[in-house]
């Protein structure tokens, strides 16, 4: 079992625009630490020195460091590894350093220490998207076929996932799920749905939906609070469905 984890919400892989599906992990900070924090941890662990003299420390020891690789040499611990470098193209072995074209930089990467740490002793636990609102439909899986392919079967189940997507009351003839088709015509869910929960919904496809394009539509009064939506919130599912028989 991992000793620590971090969560991490998705966010589109804007790397692939031919696939409209994949995405990428963000991980979610708990915020951000300075060597006066660093003091105060190893204070709790049972450590005798002063804080302000630890902190004193830590800035002599960075001003010192900052020394060593400015004047060319690498640093190595079991957090990172620091290297100098220059980067920029030089043309033949008679160019000069030309500070428009060539930059000095200091390359940092995790040290073997901390690479191992990481492998073995951190978990990763999704929570979510980074949409605002927290309010999304992230996929949609044919339960005849098991695919995630964009087909939904006319007649059958789908299982919706994403976030918020609840139908508070299913009664209300304004919220529900729906699919639209090409002429903008929408289909509502009449059947009560099988499953009905913030992050996933079972709802049988209408019997009357064509064949073809169908967009996907959820709209609800769920908040994911105790309190309730004062209007309808809308979800569109962002990709393309085809309904097939």
Known sequence: ???????????????????????????????????????????????????????????????????????????????????????????????????????????MTAAAALRSSLASEVGVKIIGTKEAGGAKIGAVTNTVSGAKDGTVPIGDDVIIEGEKIKILDEADTEQGVFFVDAAGTEHRVSRKLTVNKPAQIIARVPADLAEGSVTLVIRTKFSGSSSVLKTVRELKYTFALNAVK
């Open 1 to 107: 079992m991992a000793k620590y984890t971090w969560n991490g919400r998705y966010r589109p892989n804007a790397f692939t625009p031919e696939n409209d599906r994949d995405q990428l992990l963000d991980v979610e900070l708990l915020g951000s630490v300075r060597d006066a924090d660093l003091a105060d941890d190893i204070i709790a662990e049972g450590c005798e020195i002063q804080k302000e003299t630890m902190v004193d420390l830590f800035a002599r020891r960075e001003k010192a460091l900052a020394k060593r690789l400015l004047s060319g040499y690498s640093f190595v611990n079991d957090i990172v590894q620091m290297q100098p470098r220059v980067t920029g193209v030089f043309e033949d072995i008679n160019a000069q350093f030309d500070p428009n074209v060539n930059k000095c930089v200091v390359d």
